[in-house]
């Protein structure tokens, strides 16, 4: 061993030393310090990032993503001089923008979060990029992907929030070994449990590491985004702070509905939060008009849609289902939401809606007025992900497939191709539960 190898051993073994005595265990792994300390000790121009630098490296859907992609990050402390570096796959030449460093304070817990949206990019075309502070350090790089391509897959995850959450962490880990060409992954919300607890979502943004850095992903917002530590309802704070999704153009309401294109879909995200909106003791949450203003934004996004296809994606269902136990009252149907939405998605022809909320997989086929009909848009309620189970709900006229077992927990996945969305579901093992093809 050299006096060099030497000295960098001997810093390590301090290190390590030092992380495990020190607050630093909790903050960083021991193998991010070595990194970190060898880098120092033998003078590399560029530094690996701590742990403690480099949290939850995610994309998010920018609006239109075969031009643009949103990357955001967080670090334990400041770091004012945050940047994105990228290039195009197999060239040399390295733009660089400034990210945001953003404090962000909630259940006693501060984290800085950096965010910047890359735009100009290239459709259907192959970059990487890395993030960092100042000139001297850097994460690794990571692969980032345009949409444009005509054929591309989605991972579709319905609620996954849970008291534990391995369950879920179990299948973003095997549907995205399963699914290696994956460009997009949608959370049909309900993401955490509970909206305000720090921990969930350290554990939450933990959890889709295989897939985060690489894919971007399009969130939903659910209601157990919007609970207090003492379930009470507030503005859906953390989830706001935490995914950068698309402006809609209100201030207000802004990332809690939106939409963005990802080659020849429309992908428009709703907010079907109204009970959690509307409590008028509490001034913080007080929207009343939340549908109306979502109605008015809903026809504008619609009519000036251009592509081939058009998903979309609500947390809470449009059909109305009763209690499996007795004495239950509540009627089968359509709810507020399906009674609402429904119409337009009939007017403006949308191909999917996807939903969640229930905790149960269903097919409901196409339908168009409230009733079955080959035209209208396939509707599709996308079950659970997490270990929150719920009571058993009865079969409604509408359904076609229902997952046999409401103890098991399940994914979906989409195919896109020019003429075929080709949509499945499949319990966490990968078996199989369900296919539909729409054609056009
Ligand atoms: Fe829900």
Avoid: C
């Amino acid at each position: 061993m050299n006096k060099k190898r030497l000295i960098i051993s001997l810093l390590a073994i301090i290190t390590v030393v030092g992380a495990t005595v020190g607050s630093y265990v909790y903050r960083d792994t021991i193998y991010s310090r070595i990194a970190r300390t060898a880098a120092v000790v033998s003078g590399q121009a560029i530094k690996p990032l701590l742990d403690s630098e480099s949290r939850y490296i995610r994309q998010i859907v920018a609006q239109d993503n075969s031009t643009s992609r949103t990357i955001m990050w967080q670090s334990d402390n400041s770091e004012s001089d945050a940047i994105i570096e990228y290039r195009q796959d197999g060239t040399d030449t390295i733009q660089t923008i400034n990210a945001t460093d953003k404090a962000f304070t909630d259940d006693g817990s501060t984290t800085y979060i950096h965010e910047a949206t890359l735009t100009g990019l290239t459709p259907n075309t192959k970059y990487e990029y890395r993030v960092g502070y100042g000139t001297d350090r850097r994460s690794d790089w990571y692969r980032l992907e345009t949409a444009g391509a005509s054929v591309y897959d989605v991972l579709i995850y319905p609620d996954s929030q849970s008291g534990d959450y391995s369950q879920w962490e179990e299948i973003v880990k095997s549907s995205a070994l399963r699914n290696p060409r994956t460009a997009l992954y949608i959370s049909m919300g309900d993401l955490v449990d509970n909206g305000e607890q720090a921990y969930q979502w350290r554990t939450w943004l933990n959890s889709i590491k295989p897939l985060s850095a690489n894919v971007p992903l399009a969130t939903t917002l659910g209601n157990h985004e919007m609970y207090t530590l003492d379930w009470k309802m507030r503005e859906p704070y953390a989830y706001l702070n935490y995914f950068a999704v698309p402006p809609n153009g209100n201030e207000i309401f802004n990332r809690r509905y939106y939409s963005y294109d990802f080659g020849d879909v429309h992908y428009i995200v709703l907010d079907t939060m109204l009970y959690e909106s509307n409590h008028e003791d509490n001034h913080d949450t007080h929207h009343p008009d939340l549908y109306d203003v979502q109605v008015q934004w809903l026809h504008q996004d619609l009519t000036t849609n251009t592509k081939k296809w058009t998903v979309v994606l609500m947390h809470r269902d449009p059909f109305q289902y009763a209690f499996d136990r007795p004495g239950a009252n509540r009627a089968i149907g359509f709810d507020d939401e399906g009674v609402l939405f429904m119409p337009i998605f009939d007017e403006f022809n949308v191909d999917l809606v996807l939903s969640a909320h229930l905790h149960s997989y269903r097919n409901r086929g196409h339908v168009r007025n409230f009733d079955r009909d080959l035209s209208g848009p396939l509707y599709i309620l996308t079950g659970i992900a997490g270990d929150a189970r719920r009571p058993k709900w009865k079969e409604h006229p509408l359904d076609v497939y229902v997952a046999p077992d409401r103890d098991k927990n399940n994914y979906m996945t989409m195919t896109v191709t020019p003429n075929k969305l080709i949509v499945k579901a499949f319990l966490p093992d990968g078996t199989q539960l369900d296919e539909s093809v729409i054609e056009k």
